[in-house]
């Protein structure tokens, strides 16, 4: 294993955003990052300003149109995307190692989520060489073809969990489908996307692009987020984050009559059903909820276990989950890491306290950790809850942290109709050996991802997205392009007559 390199160490970038291809400090408010494990300041960050914002976009609107962008073709531009990724790659241990300082991860995640960025970048170029159009079957004297352009400048605004993968997640085929990209990181971490953008700037200096091509923008959702998403420039804004942000966006959109793609928040069920392997199950359900400390839209933070399993199971189940190992992130041996942020942290704590006014009996955590080494950090024990009915809101609503609700189901209908009662629809967990069970259930969950005796696990090729309030649009896939792009369809005439209307 790679040693934690000391915090001296730590690939902080100075205090400057990219606005209109220049990397210069932005002229709003200076927020501080905080490393989640030590509460210590990591860096300050100026904020860029709705002025900035609109020079930036105005920029981003040029890049887009410069023939040395707009005149490449696909295999043209994927050479950016696969530079990019080999910078990632170079740069992987520092990213790796930023992105725990600024959210707390555990490095062996972080690690695995910069590979995931480059191999996302990879991936999309190879997509982007071998895409396809399409000549669409004649009805008439003419030949039909149907294609893709760019939509020009596209929004990028990501929440704070997973920085460097979902910006690779929008980034990629943004660029591939030969636009300009305005970034907004999440306030509380900004530090890996402002690193990332320097690589993108040295790949797109290196191959002689302009580097307004992308904007990194930190700053407030209510300011730099809604000025990108109002801005007359922007044709589409993608959007990761929380499902009443989601909301207010789209509302935004629809004014301008611009396309939006919401990936938003979950509330997803684990579902083990009484012939299940126990303990593939009983590990699949606390990597499911537990990694990354619970803050991740997929978390299966509801587990439903049949009836006749349910004591036992969930025995069980409390015995490990006091067992996990609480630390920093820095720490190999760590499986539940601090959280973002110290008001993240409070927020959690604040929802196992009203499960515990509903009723709740707490069989596992349920508290900050007792110790000196956790005093200054944003920690919370994994806790495990029953006890209550699927109507509680602990049940109902998104926690973002590690604690998971247990409840029991006495058959199929009931399982379904339990784990459908959620405004949510963005992912499940199947754990048994019944294939048939577990067709007919994934078919019939609300979710956009259903794993079957398995959890967590993510391929760029497989699309994701969200029903219900978890969101709207696919990302991923050789069609997660597409999203970044308009479609248009030509008509060659071939007939050598003209045509009989006016004669
Ligand atoms: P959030 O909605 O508070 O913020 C997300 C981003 O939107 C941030 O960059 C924020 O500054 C910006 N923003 C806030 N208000 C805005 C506005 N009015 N206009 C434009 N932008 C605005 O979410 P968060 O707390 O950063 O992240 C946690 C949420 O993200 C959870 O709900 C989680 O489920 C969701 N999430 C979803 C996915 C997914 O793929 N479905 C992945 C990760 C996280």
Redesign the pocket.
């Given at each position: 294993m790679t040693p934690t390199p000391p915090d001296e160490a730590l690939p902080i970038p100075p205090d400057e955003a990219l606005i209109a291809g220049a990397w210069r400090r932005g002229a709003g408010a200076p927020t501080e990052t905080v490393d989640p494990a030590t509460g210590r300041p990591l860096a300050t960050v100026h904020a860029a300003t709705v002025e900035e914002v609109a020079e930036a976009a105005e920029a981003a609107a040029r890049a887009a149109a410069d023939p040395r962008w707009r005149d490449l073709l696909p295999h043209q531009r994927a050479r950016l995307l696969t530079r990019i990724a080999e910078l990632i790659d170079a740069e992987g241990g520092r990213l790796a190692a930023l992105q725990t300082a600024d959210t707390g991860k555990a490095l062996t995640e972080t690690r695995a989520l910069v590979a995931s960025a480059a191999g996302t970048f990879r991936y999309t170029a190879a997509a982007l060489e071998t895409a396809e159009e399409a000549i669409t079957p004649a009805r008439g004297a003419y030949v039909t073809m149907s294609v893709y352009e760019p939509i020009g400048v596209v929004g990028a605004?990501?929440?704070?969990?997973?920085p460097v993968a979902?910006d690779a997640q929008k980034l990629a085929p943004a660029l591939a489908g030969g636009n300009a990209v305005l970034l907004?990181?999440?306030?509380w971490t900004p530090l890996v996307s402002l690193a990332l953008g320097r690589l993108v700037t040295r790949a797109l200096d290196e191959l002689g692009l302009p580097t307004a091509l992308l904007a990194v923008l930190p700053g407030?959702?209510?300011v730099v987020?809604?000025a990108i998403?109002r801005d007359p420039r922007v044709g589409k804004v993608s959007?990761?984050?929380?499902?009443s942000?989601g909301r207010?966006?789209a509302h935004a959109a629809a004014e301008k009559l611009m396309p939006v793609s919401l990936?938003?928040?979950?509330k997803s069920p684990t579902v083990v059903l009484a012939d299940a392997d126990v303990e593939q199950a009983l590990a699949g359900v606390m990597f499911g909820v537990f990694s990354s400390s619970g803050q991740s839209?997929i978390a299966g933070s509801r587990l439903f276990v049949a009836r006749a399993l349910y004591d036992d199971f969930v025995g069980e189940l409390a015995e490990r989950v006091r067992k996990l190992r609480v630390g920093p992130g820095t720490d190999p041996a760590t499986q539940v890491a601090p959280l973002v942020h110290h008001r993240h942290r409070d927020a959690v704590a604040a929802y196992v306290d009203l499960a515990r006014a509903e009723g709740a009996r707490v069989l596992a955590g349920g508290a900050v950790p007792e110790g000196e080494e956790y005093a200054d950090g944003a920690y919370y024990l994994p806790t495990l809850l029953d006890g209550l009915p699927n109507s509680a809101r602990v049940c109902q609503e998104?926690i973002?942290g590690p604690v998971l609700v247990a409840l029991p189901f006495d058959d199929e209908d009931d399982l379904v109709a339990q784990a459908d009662a959620s405004v949510y629809g963005?992912a499940c967990g199947i754990w048994t050996r019944d294939h048939r069970a577990a067709w007919r259930i994934a078919r019939r969950i609300d979710a956009g991802t259903v794993w079957i005796n398995t959890y967590k696990q993510f391929s760029i090729s497989t699309p994701f997205g969200?029903m219900k309030d978890?969101?709207l649009g696919r990302e991923k896939g050789r069609d997660g392009i597409r999203q970044y792009q308009r479609q248009k369809s030509l008509y060659w005439g071939t007939s050598e007559s003209p045509l009989p209307w006016a004669n």
């Open positions: 605004i990501n929440p704070w969990n997973s979902s907004k990181p999440a306030d407030r959702g209510s987020g809604d998403v959007f990761t984050g929380g499902t942000t207010t966006l990936e938003l928040g979950g839209c998104e973002f963005l969200g978890s969101g």
